[in-house]
């Protein structure tokens, strides 16, 4: 089960919102081992693209380093999907590689009228998918 701040949650669908109709993409860090996401990290969609995304190189080394240098681990990795459901593609899948994260997608089909909104989470082990629940709270 994902647990995430309300302040957290509505970042992250603030930022799929402004980067519509492109994918927005970012990463929750926390402390190693906590499974407990902090500190909010919006990154560049490098392809700019509404069917795709993939972290900017130089950004996403950048942030790794800062982890590595603060005990801190990817407890989030989200993107958002902006005309179909909140799952995770084959792409999706194949840019697993954070066995501790949790994926969360938002789907913003809803701000082209094409579905409903979704924040949806998942975890994704070797390219197996398991949706798990989300609990929103005030704080931790």
């Not at 789907?107 to 949706?131: K, N």
Request: proline share 4%; net charge negative; charged share 30%.
């Amino acid at each position: 089960m994902l647990t995430i701040t309300q302040d957290l949650y509505e970042r992250i669908v603030a930022h799929a919102r402004e980067d519509h109709p492109d994918e927005a993409c970012g990463m929750i860090a926390g402390p190693e081992g906590s499974d407990r996401p902090q500190r909010f990290v919006r990154m560049l969609n490098a392809e700019r693209s509404p069917t795709f995304y993939k972290f900017d190189d130089a950004e996403h080394k950048k942030l790794h380093d800062e982890m590595w240098d603060n005990d801190e681990e990817a407890v989030v990795v989200y993107h958002s999907h902006t005309a179909t459901e909140a799952y995770p593609s084959r792409t999706d899948i194949s840019y697993a590689h954070e066995p501790q994260a949790h994926y969360v997608i938002v789907s913003t089909a809803d701000t082209d009228g094409f579905g409903d909104f979704q924040f949806r989470s998942y975890r994704i082990l070797e390219g197996v998918v398991t949706e798990e629940e989300v609990t929103v709270v005030e704080t931790y």
